[in-house]
């Protein structure tokens, strides 16, 4: 399985320059938000612990798993290229 990056299609409908300048954090919350999503609902789907999400979201955890990113990012609508980028550059 190869990882990269992700940007925010549901803010952006494509790559951008700003996205990708963002931090982890700042891409994880504000996606969530775009969704309308929260954070018990991100665990009842994911099985991530919303205790863990408010973690990477806050920046207190800037280290997450390929498996939590890769969940965040398909239930969050990421790319997960750019995302994983971004992750992989803190």
Known sequence: M???LIIISSLTGSR???????????VLKSARKEKGLRLRQ?????????????????????????EV???L???YGL??????KIASEQ
Request: charge should be positive; glycine fraction near 6%; charged fraction near 25%.
């Open 16 to 26: 951008c320059r700003k996205c990708e300048r963002m931090k982890l954090s700042e």
């Open 42 to 66: 991100v665990q009842e789907t994911t099985g991530i612990s919303n205790t863990y999400i408010s973690q990477l979201e806050n920046g207190k955890n800037n280290s997450p798993s390929a």
């Open 79 to 84: 790319d997960v290229n750019s995302t994983f």
């Open 73 to 75: 990012c398909l239930l």
């Open 69 to 71: 990113l890769y969940k």
């Open 2 to 4: 190869k990882f990269g």
